[in-house]
């Protein structure tokens, strides 16, 4: 059974940073393409970034420069880095895990104020 478990969410100012985890079980991760997307309400759920096996990086424009996404394959689990966190940059974030079929994390709050 493949299990995406994310955590690291929370309640943080403007400016701020938090780093997300996703802990992959039932898969290799590494030969995977890993992603996160977030979905803030009312909104479609949009891919934030995502890392190929080998290691290529891709960033959504709202995220470049201040978000970073990285891999440890031998722990089975991704990151996330978010620096100069934007109120704007408030919503549910998952972990997504594609190749063959695609699998999703349960998601976790990320809440960006004052």
């Known amino acids: 059974q493949v299990q995406l478990v994310e955590s690291g969410g929370g309640l943080v100012q403007p400016g701020g940073s938090l780093r997300l985890s996703c802990e992959a079980s039932?898969?290799?991760?590494?030969?995977?393409?890993m992603g996160w997307y977030r979905q803030a309400p009312g909104k479609q759920r949009e891919l934030v970034a995502s890392i190929g096996s080998g290691g290529r990086t891709n960033y959504a424009d709202s995220v470049k420069g201040r978000f970073t996404i990285s891999r440890d394959n031998a722990k089975n689990t991704v990151f996330l880095q978010m620096n100069s966190l934007k109120p704007e940059d408030t919503a549910i974030y998952y972990c997504n895990a594609m190749r063959l079929a695609v699998y999703w994390g349960q998601g976790t709050q990320v809440t960006v104020s004052s």
């Open positions: 039932g898969i290799d991760c590494s030969i995977y393409i």
